[in-house]
């Protein structure tokens, strides 16, 4: 084994100079150390959940130049889903099996901020066991500016409206210069921080993600995960790292040269190694791609995410996810790669080994 992969596996603490040095190693090595990791938590089984994302608006105040979901130039149908309408399709997921419902919104200062904690009232009134996993840290900071209220008093405010977890996004990259170059005016990184922090300590979990593969170097990347890991030592609150490969159609991002699949995985591989303290590492099937997500099973990667039904953020910008998966699929998919499948709920208890 490498010094610096020895060095890195028995210290706790580590720089980002340092860690930075693990890409330089042939992924073999990254991924057979990751993969030990993953084998001594979780054997060979593979978790997913059956669940239904709801995107109620896609009217956004911010302009990310990476989103293709948002309505402008190149995606010019905007829509609002009346609060009736998001309540329907988590009725009918929920008979279809659907467990959690997962609640993610452009930012639109049109509707107003009852809108959104009655989306969650509502679904909540009407199905009092599903899991509701809403709202982003960058949703949140919106909420508090649309409001004026602190962000513990929002995060109180969902809590009460009947949000059980929070999802990862709005995480992009924390270094704030490639922050300021592709999402200026979101969230800043010590917020989302903040958001994360205040959540955990109300004794909720959530997840954490990273846009990566567009004008990132290799070091933003690491010292993103070095800034999660610092968080969760502190809360324990994240159950999943999600890394998000970027994609490439109908937004203002210029991206020139593309990520290999050598170096998305071995991504996944130093999350794995780096980030020991967060429990599920998850390739993220929707942007991975569904095949190469089940070869990150041998990289690391423990869960790649559910069934979802209808994806709409991620296949704007051309990720091949618009109708979800079966779930016949996606168990045959995890069983034929030499997993075991394992329905999960949404904070990871087993529900079904296939
Ligand atoms: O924050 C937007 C990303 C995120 C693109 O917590 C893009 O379980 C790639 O956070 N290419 C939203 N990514 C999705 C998200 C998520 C998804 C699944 C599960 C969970 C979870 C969270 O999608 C955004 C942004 O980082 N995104 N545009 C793009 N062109």
Same mark, same amino acid.
């Given at each position: 084994?490498?010094?610096? %992969?020895?060095?890195?596996?028995?210290?706790?603490?580590? #720089?980002?100079?340092?860690?930075?040095?693990?890409?330089?190693?042939?992924?073999?090595?990254?991924?057979?150390?990751?993969?030990?990791?993953?084998?001594?938590?979780?054997? +060979?089984?593979?978790?997913?959940?059956?669940?239904?994302?709801?995107?109620?608006?896609?009217?956004?105040?911010?302009?990310? +130049?990476?989103?293709?979901?948002?309505?402008?130039?190149?995606?010019?149908?905007?829509?609002?889903?009346?609060?009736? &309408?998001?309540? &329907?399709?988590?009725?009918?997921?929920?008979?279809?099996?659907?467990?959690?419902?997962?609640?993610?919104?452009?930012?639109?200062?049109?509707?107003?901020?009852?809108?959104?904690?009655?989306?969650?009232?509502?679904?909540?009134?009407?199905?009092?066991?599903?899991?509701?996993?809403?709202?982003?840290?960058? &949703? /949140?900071?919106?909420?508090? &500016?649309? *409001?004026?209220?602190?962000?513990?008093?929002?995060?109180?405010?969902?809590? @009460?409206?009947?949000?059980? *977890?929070?999802? $990862?996004?709005?995480?992009?990259?924390?270094?704030? +210069?490639?922050?300021?170059?592709?999402?200026?005016?979101?969230?800043?990184?010590?917020?989302?921080?903040?958001?994360?922090?205040?959540?955990?300590?109300?004794?909720?979990?959530?997840?954490?993600?990273?846009?990566?593969?567009?004008?990132?170097?290799?070091?933003?990347?690491?010292?993103?995960?070095?800034?999660?890991?610092? %968080?969760?030592?502190?809360?324990?609150?994240?159950?999943?790292?999600?890394?998000? /490969?970027?994609?490439?159609?109908?937004?203002?991002?210029?991206?020139?040269?593309?990520?290999?699949?050598?170096?998305?995985?071995?991504?996944?591989?130093? #999350?794995?190694?780096?980030?020991?303290?967060?429990?599920?590492?998850?390739?993220?099937?929707?942007?991975?791609?569904?095949?190469?997500?089940?070869?990150?099973?041998?990289?690391?990667?423990?869960?790649?995410? $559910?069934?979802?039904?209808?994806? *709409?953020?991620? @296949?704007?910008?051309?990720?091949? @996810?618009?109708?979800?998966?079966?779930?016949?699929?996606? /168990?045959?998919?995890?069983?034929?790669?030499?997993?075991?499948?394992?329905?999960?709920?949404?904070?990871?208890?087993?529900?079904?080994?296939?």
């Amino acid at each position: 084994m490498s010094v610096i %992969l020895e060095k890195i596996l028995e210290k706790n603490s580590v #720089s980002a100079e340092e860690a930075v040095k693990l890409y330089d190693l042939p992924l073999s090595e990254t991924g057979k150390a990751a993969q030990k990791i993953r084998l001594e938590k979780f054997g +060979k089984k593979t978790y997913f959940n059956i669940n239904r994302h709801i995107n109620p608006s896609n009217i956004c105040k911010d302009v990310c +130049k990476f989103c293709a979901f948002s309505a402008h130039r190149k995606n010019p149908n905007p829509y609002t889903l009346s609060i009736d &309408e998001c309540v &329907e399709i988590a009725k009918n997921a929920y008979k279809k099996g659907a467990k959690e419902v997962h609640v993610v919104s452009a930012h639109n200062p049109e509707v107003g901020y009852e809108y959104y904690m009655n989306i969650v009232k509502e679904i909540r009134k009407e199905l009092p066991d599903i899991h509701i996993k809403a709202f982003t840290a960058a &949703e /949140v900071n919106f909420f508090s &500016e649309l *409001s004026d209220k602190k962000y513990e008093e929002v995060l109180t405010d969902m809590a @009460s409206a009947g949000v059980d *977890s929070m999802p $990862g996004g709005g995480a992009e990259i924390f270094d704030e +210069k490639i922050r300021a170059k592709i999402c200026k005016g979101k969230v800043s990184s010590d917020d989302w921080f903040k958001i994360h922090k205040i959540w955990h300590k109300m004794g909720k979990k959530s997840n954490v993600t990273m846009l990566f593969g567009h004008i990132e170097e290799r070091i933003h990347r690491i010292d993103h995960m070095l800034r999660i890991k610092k %968080l969760q030592d502190e809360t324990g609150g994240f159950n999943a790292f999600i890394p998000l /490969v970027y994609q490439r159609k109908n937004n203002y991002l210029n991206v020139k040269k593309f990520l290999t699949g050598v170096e998305i995985l071995k991504t996944i591989a130093i #999350s794995r190694i780096l980030l020991q303290n967060i429990p599920n590492i998850k390739a993220y099937w929707v942007t991975t791609t569904l095949n190469l997500s089940l070869v990150a099973q041998e990289y690391g990667a423990n869960d790649i995410d $559910g069934t979802i039904e209808k994806e *709409s953020i991620n @296949s704007a910008a051309g990720a091949e @996810s618009s109708n979800g998966l079966k779930l016949n699929d996606l /168990v045959n998919l995890i069983k034929d790669s030499g997993f075991i499948p394992v329905e999960r709920d949404s904070l990871y208890n087993e529900i079904k080994i296939y």
